[in-house]
């Protein structure tokens, strides 16, 4: 499931992935998205932000800041543009 976020911004919800995984599909996907950007004469780097309930019973509002606080990790460190906030369940 997709949905707008912010301003600018999309929550991807992908159920039956650990975290290992959605980095993986992450990757792949920001890869394909530079070079969507690129062909169309598009300079913005996206960042990631990836959370995970990993046997968690949170609320979908935590998950959800989880997530903007590894993204902001991610707009932060150049070297990096995907981050998972990683738990100890």
């Known amino acids: 499931m997709i949905f707008e976020f912010g301003t600018n911004g999309f929550a991807i919800i992908k159920s039956n992935e650990n975290l290992d995984s959605a980095l993986n599909i992450a990757e792949n996907f920001h890869s394909d998205l530079i070079t969507i950007l690129r062909k169309n004469n598009i300079e913005s780097t996206p960042v990631i932000g990836i959370s ?19 993204a902001d990790h991610a707009a932060e460190d150049t070297q990096s543009p995907i981050v998972a906030f990683r738990v100890d369940p």
Do not use: K, Q
């Open 52 to 70: 995970s309930r990993s046997l968690r019973l949170i609320p979908s509002e935590r998950l959800l800041t989880e997530a903007e606080h590894a």
